[in-house]
C-alpha cells in the first residue's frame, strides 16, 4: 500500500471498465454523440468567411468567379407569397347539387303531409274515444296512434332536424287546415325561390378565410370564369341571407313558422361550388417555381467589401450567396462529392464530426482524469450526451433556423443541470466543451464562447452547494447580471451601436429568467429515467419530517439519535476531503433504519438494566444484529429511497463481523473452531465511493466513544486511530477510492478545527487533557452488540 496522496486504497490495480461490453457500449455512445452533434450543424456550409452582420471585415472580399445575389429567406417567402395570391383557386360548379336538394325538400313536403293526415286522423280517434267508447273505435285509435307515431319515427330518421327544431310541432301538431298559410303548397311555394335565389348567388364548400388569392376560378360547362370571392357566398352568409329572404317573405305570420321554414333551407342548403384543392395546388407549384431566386449578379474579380467597412444585411447576403455558389459548384463537378440526405455534403459532416470530436475528447479526457465513475457508465455518458444534444438542437433551430440572437441559447441550463447531476468541475469542463461546440456550429463566434463561458461560471457558483430550492432562482439575478457585464464588454470593442448591444441583452435576459426554470423542471425527469440523485432529492430526504424518519424518531429514539450524530460526523469528514457532504449527512441518517424491524435488540434502545441478547444464544443474536442490513433494504424499497442512499444500508458494515457475538460463541463451543465464521459476518458489499467509506469510519467511531466511560481526546483520538487502521487491515478500503491522505483528513485537526475530532469534542463536551491521561476508559458496554 503506497503512502501517495493520490494513490486509491485498492488490493489490485483494474482497468476503469469493469467488462469489455461495457467499454464497447460506451465507445459506442461517445460515437453516436459526435455524430449526432455534428447533424445540427450547417449543410454544406464552403465558406470560410465567418462575418456577421455589423461586423468589421479584416480584408477585402473580392468574387472568384461570377455568382448570382439570391434573396434572404424572408425575400424570396415573401415574392412567393405574393406569386401564390396571384393563383386563382379553382371551384367546380355543380349545378346537380341544387336539383338533388330541390327534389329532397318536394319529398319533405310529402311526408309532411302524410304526418299531417295521419295526425288529423289519430286525433279525431281521440276524441271519438271520449265521446263514445267501444271496442272498435278503441282499435281504430290504437291502429291510428299506431300509424301516426311510426310515420314519425320515420320521419325523424331520415331528416336529422334538431330534436329543439320547431318543425314537427308547428308544421303538424299545431296544424291548421283552415290556415292556408301553414300549407305545404304554401309553404313549398316561398321555400323554392329562396334557394333557387342562393344556389344562384353561388356558395362555397370552405371558409373564405382559407381562400388566400385574390380571384376564383369557377369552372362552368367546360370553361373558367374569374370571380371576386366577395361576389359568392360561403355557407354561413348563405344562411343569414336565407333567414333575411324568409322573414320578408312569411311577415305576416308567426315567428314559428319563420323558424321552422329555415330549418328546412338550411337543412337542404349545400355548397355548390367545390374547391379543386389538387389543381389548385399544382397551379401554385407552377407560379412558386416560376419565382427567381436571385436578385441581381456580381461579376468575377468585383469588390464584394473592402477592408474595415461594417458587414451590411446587403453584403452580408452576398457573401453568403458566394458560399452557396460555390457548394453548388463543387456538388456539380465532383460527382461523388453530392448533398446527402441529412448530412449535407459528406467531405464537409466527416470535417464537421471530426471537429467535434477534437473538441469532445478535451471533456472525456478530464472525466476519465477525474471522475472515472461518470466516464465509464453508459448511463451517465448518456445523460450527458443528451444535454450537448439539447444545446446544438436549441442552436440549430432558434439561431440557424429563424435567425434569433446566438444569446437566447440556454447555455446556463447545461450548466445548471451538470452542477446539480454531477458536480462543479464537472459541469464548467462540460460547459466549456459545450461553448467550444455550439461556437464552431455558429462558424467561429468568439464573441459568444467568451460570453457564454463567463456566465455560465456565475450559474456554476449559484448552485454549486445546493441547499436550498431557491438557489436554483436566485441564479437568475446572477445570470442576467453576468450576460449584462459581458455583452457590454464584447459589443463595445466591436463598436456596435446601443439598439445592438440593448437588442442582444434582451434576448440573453429573457433566456436567464427562464433557463433556471427549464433546469429545475428537467432536473427531477432526467433524476427519475436516469437513476442520478441530485442535492435537490437529497434536501428533501434531509427533511426529518420524512416518514421513514419519523418513525425511526419514534420507534428507534437511541437509533435514530445515532443516525444524526454520524450525520454530523459524516459531513464534517465529506467537507474535508472534498466528498458530497450533504450525501454523506443523508445517507448517515437512514444507513440503520432496518432496525426498525426489532429496534429493542439493539444497544442504544436498551434499557441500563437489561438486554435481550443476554437470554439469546449468540448464533440467534448474530442472526438479528445481521439481519437489519436486509430489512433496511425492504424498507428503502418500500419508501422508494434512491440507490445512491440505499449503498449506505448494505456497505456501512462491509463485510466485517460481529465480534461481541462471534467471540461469545467460540467461549461457548466446546470446540472453538467448529464456529463459522460466516454465520457472523455481513454480507456486503465494501464501501464503493468516498461517502460510504466516511459514513462505515464514523457510524463505528461514534458507537465506540460512546460507550467509553471517561472520555478525553486522548482516548477518542486512539479511537479514532484503531477504528481507521482496523478497518484498513480488513480491507474494508479495497473497494473504495479513499487515499491515505483522505483518511488523515478526516480524522483532522482540534487546532484548525477540520475533521471529525472537534465534533467528537463538542459532542462529549471533552474537557482539557491532563498529564498522565493516557489510558482509554474502558467500554460499558459491548460495542459489537449494537452494530
Not at 464537472?426 to 467568451?450: H, K, S, Y
Request: proline share 4%.
Amino acid at each position: 500500500m503506497a503512502a501517495s496522496n493520490s494513490t486509491k486504497l485498492t488490493g489490485k490495480l483494474h482497468g476503469p471498465f469493469r467488462t469489455k461490453r461495457q467499454r464497447t457500449g460506451v465507445i459506442l455512445i461517445y460515437i453516436l454523440i459526435i455524430v449526432v452533434l455534428a447533424l445540427f450543424f450547417p449543410k454544406s456550409h464552403y465558406s470560410v468567411i465567418n462575418y456577421k452582420i455589423n461586423d468589421i471585415t479584416r480584408t477585402s472580399i473580392i468574387a472568384p468567379f461570377d455568382f448570382p445575389i439570391l434573396k434572404t429567406d424572408k425575400e424570396l417567402e415573401s415574392d412567393r407569397l405574393e406569386a401564390i395570391k396571384k393563383v386563382p383557386f379553382v371551384f367546380i360548379q355543380d349545378k346537380r347539387v341544387e336539383e338533388a336538394e330541390l327534389l329532397k325538400v318536394q319529398q319533405l313536403f310529402s311526408e309532411i303531409d302524410r304526418l299531417r293526415a295521419a295526425y288529423i286522423k289519430y286525433d279525431e280517434s281521440l276524441r271519438n274515444i271520449y265521446s263514445r267508447r267501444s271496442e272498435d273505435i278503441l282499435a281504430a285509435m290504437t291502429a291510428d296512434s299506431i300509424t301516426y307515431f311510426a310515420l314519425q319515427k320515420k320521419f325523424r330518421t331520415d331528416y336529422k332536424f334538431d330534436k329543439n327544431s320547431p318543425i314537427l310541432k308547428t308544421l303538424i301538431d299545431e296544424y291548421n287546415p283552415k290556415n292556408t298559410s301553414h300549407s305545404t303548397t304554401s309553404l313549398l311555394s316561398q321555400i323554392r325561390p329562396v334557394l333557387n335565389d342562393l344556389y344562384a348567388l353561388q356558395i362555397l364548400d370552405i371558409p373564405k378565410s382559407q381562400i388566400i388569392s385574390e380571384k376564383i376560378a369557377i369552372r362552368q360547362n367546360g370553361e373558367e370564369v374569374l370571380e371576386n370571392p366577395d361576389q359568392v357566398l360561403e355557407l354561413s352568409e348563405a344562411w343569414t341571407k336565407a333567414k333575411l329572404a324568409l322573414q320578408a317573405r312569411l311577415n305576416n305570420t308567426t315567428p314559428e313558422l319563420v323558424n321552422a321554414t329555415y330549418d328546412i333551407v338550411i337543412a337542404f342548403l349545400k355548397p355548390n361550388l367545390i374547391y379543386q384543392k389538387e389543381t389548385t395546388e399544382k397551379r401554385q407549384v407552377e407560379a412558386i417555381a416560376k419565382v427567381p431566386i436571385s436578385k441581381g449578379v456580381v461579376l468575377e474579380n468585383e469588390k464584394i467589401v473592402d477592408a474595415n467597412m461594417r458587414i451590411t444585411p446587403e453584403i452580408y447576403q452576398k457573401i453568403e450567396s458566394l458560399a452557396k455558389e460555390r457548394a453548388r459548384q463543387v456538388n456539380v463537378q465532383g460527382s461523388w462529392r453530392r448533398i446527402l440526405p441529412v448530412i449535407g455534403d459528406p467531405v464537409i459532416f466527416v470535417g464537421q464530426v471530426g471537429l467535434v470530436a477534437l473538441i469532445f475528447i478535451f471533456y472525456i479526457t478530464f472525466l476519465f482524469a477525474y471522475r472515472t465513475d461518470i466516464v465509464t457508465n453508459p448511463k451517465k455518458v448518456l445523460l450527458i450526451g443528451i444535454i450537448f444534444v439539447i444545446q446544438a438542437a436549441f442552436t440549430a433551430i432558434l439561431v440557424n433556423r429563424f435567425k434569433i440572437s446566438e444569446y437566447t441559447i440556454p447555455i446556463t441550463l447545461a450548466a445548471m443541470s451538470l452542477t446539480i447531476l454531477f458536480d462543479s468541475r464537472t459541469a464548467f469542463a462540460g460547459v466549456v466543451t459545450i461553448c467550444l461546440i455550439i461556437g464552431a456550429q455558429l462558424g467561429g463566434n468568439l464573441n459568444f464562447i467568451i460570453t457564454s463561458v463567463f456566465v455560465s461560471t456565475f450559474a456554476i457558483y449559484a448552485v454549486r452547494t445546493l441547499r436550498k430550492r431557491s438557489q436554483v432562482f436566485k441564479s437568475i439575478i446572477f445570470i442576467v447580471l453576468g450576460y449584462g457585464l459581458a455583452i457590454f464588454i464584447t459589443e463595445m470593442l466591436k463598436f456596435s451601436d446601443w439598439q445592438d448591444i440593448l437588442n442582444n441583452f434582451f434576448y440573453a435576459a429573457i433566456n436567464g429568467v427562464f433557463a433556471p426554470f427549464l433546469a429545475y423542471g428537467i432536473i427531477g425527469l432526467l433524476e427519475n429515467i436516469f437513476g442520478i440523485t441530485t442535492d435537490l432529492t437529497l434536501l428533501e430526504l434531509a427533511d426529518f419530517n420524512h416518514p421513514l424518519l419519523k418513525l425511526l424518531s419514534r420507534e428507534a429514539t437511541g437509533t435514530f439519535t445515532h443516525c444524526v450524530t454520524v450525520g454530523n460526523l459524516a459531513e464534517a469528514a465529506a467537507d474535508t476531503i472534498g466528498a458530497n457532504a450533504l450525501l454523506a449527512r443523508v445517507g448517515s441518517y437512514y444507513h440503520d433504519i432496518g432496525k426498525l424491524g426489532k429496534p429493542e435488540y439493539f444497544i442504544e434502545n436498551q434499557a441500563f438494566d437489561y438486554n435481550r441478547h443476554d437470554k439469546l444464544a449468540p448464533n440467534l443474536s448474530a442472526i438479528i444484529v445481521l439481519n437489519h442490513v436486509k430489512e433496511g433494504l425492504r424498507l428503502a424499497n418500500e419508501y422508494k429511497l434512491p440507490k445512491a442512499i440505499q449503498e449506505f444500508i448494505p456497505s456501512h458494515h462491509g463485510t466485517t463481523r460481529v465480534e461481541y457475538f462471534y467471540n461469545k460463541a467460540r467461549k461457548k463451543a466446546a470446540d472453538p473452531e467448529d464456529i463459522n465464521d460466516a454465520d457472523f459476518r455481513y454480507p456486503g458489499p465494501k464501501p464503493r465511493t468516498k461517502e460510504t467509506g466516511i459514513v462505515m469510519i464514523c457510524e463505528t467511531i461514534e458507537a465506540v466513544c460512546r460507550s467509553l466511560d471517561k472520555p478525553t481526546m486522548a482516548t477518542i483520538e486512539k479511537v479514532v486511530d484503531s477504528v481507521i487502521e482496523k478497518r484498513l487491515k480488513e480491507g474494508q478500503f479495497d473497494e473504495c477510492p479513499l487515499t491515505l491522505a483522505d483518511l488523515k483528513k478526516i480524522k483532522g485537526d482540534i487546532k484548525e478545527g477540520t475533521g471529525i475530532l472537534p465534533i467528537l469534542r463538542g459532542i462529549h463536551h471533552l474537557r482539557v487533557e491532563y498529564p498522565g491521561q493516557e489510558e482509554l476508559s474502558k467500554p460499558t458496554q459491548p460495542v459489537t452488540n449494537k452494530a
